[in-house]
T-cell receptor, first 114, second 111 residues
Framework: EAGVAQSPRYKIIEKRQSVAFWCNPI?????LYWYQQILGQGPKLLIQ????????DSQLPKDRFSAERLKGVDSTLKIQPAKLEDSAVYLC????????????FGPGTRLTVT | SQQGEEDPQALSIQEGENATMNCSYK?????LQWYRQNSGRGLVHLIL?????REKHSGRLRVTLDTSKKSSSLLITASRAADTASYFC???????????FGPGTRLSVLP
C-alpha cells in the first residue's frame, strides 16, 4: 500500500513570496489533515478535510494560508505572502475517518523563509 | 492550543534499559494516541488507547491511561538504539474529532 505522498520535500523562498505544497493521501482515506510543525514542537493542526469539505480550519491563518481538496483526493496548501515565522515542516496526514482512527503521515515539506 | 503535555522533555538511557514517558491532558477525551518521529521515517502511529481502556500492549510498548488523573504513560521495554526518536501524545479536545499533539519527549538510546 502506497503511503501519503508530499511534494516538494524542501523549499526555500524569500519573505512575501508565495509557495504551494501538494499532498496525495492513501487511497480510500476520506480524511486529510495539514499540520505545521515548528522545530522542537509538536505538529499543530492547520486544517482538516472530510472528503472535499472542511471540518476544521480554526487554526489556519486565513489571511495568508489557503487549502483546497478538489474531488476529495489530492490537496494543496498555499501560503501567500510568506513570513519568516512560517518556516516549518508542513505535514500532510490521512485517515480512514476522522477522530478515532490512526493518522498516516507523509514525509513533510521543509519550508525555509529567508 | 496544546492538549497533551509530555514529560520529561528529554530522556537519555542505555540500550537494554526501559524508557517511560508521561502525557498529561486537560479536557475529557475519547482517545489518546502515541506517535514516534525520527528523521528516517517521519511521524509514525504507535498505539491508540480509548477512554474506556486502561492498558494496551504492542510488542515492546505498553501504554496506560488514567482518565481520573488525565494522564497516560508510554513504556518502552528493552530499548534499542533504533528507538531514538521524539515521542508525541495526541488527544482529542473535549470529545472532538481532531487530535492535538503535545510538544514531545526526545528519547536518546545510547549503545
Amino acid at each position: 500500500e502506497a503511503g501519503v505522498a508530499q511534494s516538494p520535500r524542501y523549499k526555500i523562498i524569500e519573505k512575501r513570496q508565495s509557495v504551494a505544497f501538494w499532498c496525495n493521501p492513501i487511497s480510500g482515506h476520506a480524511t486529510l489533515y495539514w499540520y505545521q510543525q515548528i522545530l522542537g514542537q509538536g505538529p499543530k493542526l492547520l486544517i482538516q478535510f472530510q472528503n472535499n469539505g472542511v471540518v476544521d480550519d480554526s487554526q489556519l491563518p486565513k489571511d495568508r494560508f489557503s487549502a483546497e481538496r478538489l474531488k476529495g483526493v489530492d490537496s494543496t496548501l498555499k501560503i501567500q505572502p510568506a513570513k519568516l515565522e512560517d518556516s516549518a515542516v508542513y505535514l500532510c496526514a490521512s485517515s480512514l475517518s476522522p477522530g478515532t482512527y490512526e493518522q498516516y503521515f507523509g514525509p513533510g515539506t521543509r519550508l525555509t523563509v529567508t | 492550543s496544546q492538549q497533551g503535555e509530555e514529560d520529561p522533555q528529554a530522556l537519555s538511557i542505555q540500550e537494554g534499559e526501559n524508557a517511560t514517558m508521561n502525557c498529561s491532558y486537560k479536557t475529557s477525551i475519547n482517545n489518546l494516541q502515541w506517535y514516534r518521529q525520527n528523521s528516517g521515517r517521519g511521524l509514525v502511529h504507535l498505539i491508540l488507547i480509548r477512554s474506556n481502556e486502561r492498558e494496551k500492549h504492542s510488542g515492546r510498548l505498553r501504554v496506560t491511561l488514567d482518565t481520573s488523573k488525565k494522564s497516560s504513560s508510554l513504556l518502552i521495554t528493552a530499548s534499542r538504539a533504533a528507538d531514538t526518536a521524539s515521542y508525541f501524545c495526541a488527544t482529542d479536545e473535549n470529545y472532538g474529532q481532531n487530535f492535538v499533539f503535545g510538544p514531545g519527549t526526545r528519547l536518546s538510546v545510547l549503545p
